[in-house]
């Protein structure tokens, strides 16, 4: 992640990162916060090589990562909404220019489900890596 993508997520993430109180005790920084949830969401590292990693127990890391997460699931209806009014016949439009697939008004993110693909419309069923049974990319 570059360090200008950081410094944006921050900003979105620490009002509601810093108003967290831990009944008294003091907290760890919103940014180390967000710090401790990316790195535990973006490498295949346990709790146990986290908390060494940023010097925090178990259930401070454990902590972070759920508040960061309620702070993105938090700013969701700014970055994810449906289409309105005109705007979904022309989403769809423009989502039927690139794919046959009907009735499409959003897509989010790149999971691939394994599918059999029928015989009669073979290649509406590739994906970009040109295969029909691709390893799925979340369950």
């Known amino acids: 992640m570059f360090s200008a993508t950081f410094e944006y997520l921050f900003r979105l ?6 108003r967290r109180h831990n009944r008294g005790r003091p907290t760890i920084s919103a ?5 401790i949830a990316l790195w535990y969401m973006g490498t295949p590292n346990s709790y146990r090589s986290v908390c060494k990693t940023f010097d925090v127990g178990h259930v401070t890391a454990v902590r972070a990562v759920r508040c960061v997460c309620h702070a ?3 700013l969701t209806p700014h970055f994810i909404t449906w289409p309105r009014g005109d705007k979904v016949d022309t989403t769809v439009a423009d989502f039927r220019r690139k794919s046959p697939f009907p009735g499409v008004i959003g897509a989010i993110d790149g999971c691939h489900i394994v599918i059999n693909a029928p015989k009669s419309s073979d290649g509406a069923y590739i994906n ?3 295969t029909h049974y691709p390893v799925p990319a979340c369950v």
């Open 31 to 35: 940014r180390k916060q967000l710090l």
């Open 128 to 130: 970009r890596k040109g």
């Open 72 to 74: 993105l699931h938090s």
């Open 13 to 18: 993430v620490a009002p509601e990162l810093e």
